[in-house]
């Protein structure tokens, strides 16, 4: 059973739709379906946004996201999605 995504996480989610730039969120969904992390390179073959959209929009949605927990970095620097803020992702595109 999954646990429950708690409401503060899907009023993030709403609002990351709705008040980020598109960019952002579609970075944020890239992220969100992979489960964990992703380089720049498969970032930019997920999205379809220049190397540069994605460094610059990756690190806005870092910033705003408030970096850890929500927002991580492997070992290699790659961003990756606490996974309850990626299911709310992933189950908010979904409806």
């Known amino acids: 059973m999954t646990e429950e995504i708690p ?9 990351m739709a709705s008040e980020y730039v598109q960019s952002e969120y579609e970075i944020a ?3 969100a ?11 930019v073959e997920e999205t379809g946004y220049t190397e540069r959209t994605v460094e610059k929009r990756t690190g806005t949605l870092e910033d705003r996201l408030g ?9 290699d620097g790659n961003p990756m999605l ?5 299911r709310a992702i992933r189950d908010g595109t979904d409806e």
């Open 82 to 86: 606490h996974p309850v803020l990626a």
């Open 67 to 75: 970096g850890e927990p929500l927002f991580q970095r492997d070992e």
């Open 29 to 31: 969904e890239a992220l």
């Open 7 to 15: 409401d503060e996480v899907a009023a993030l989610v709403d609002k």
């Open 33 to 43: 379906d992979a489960e964990g992390p992703l380089t720049l390179d498969e970032l």
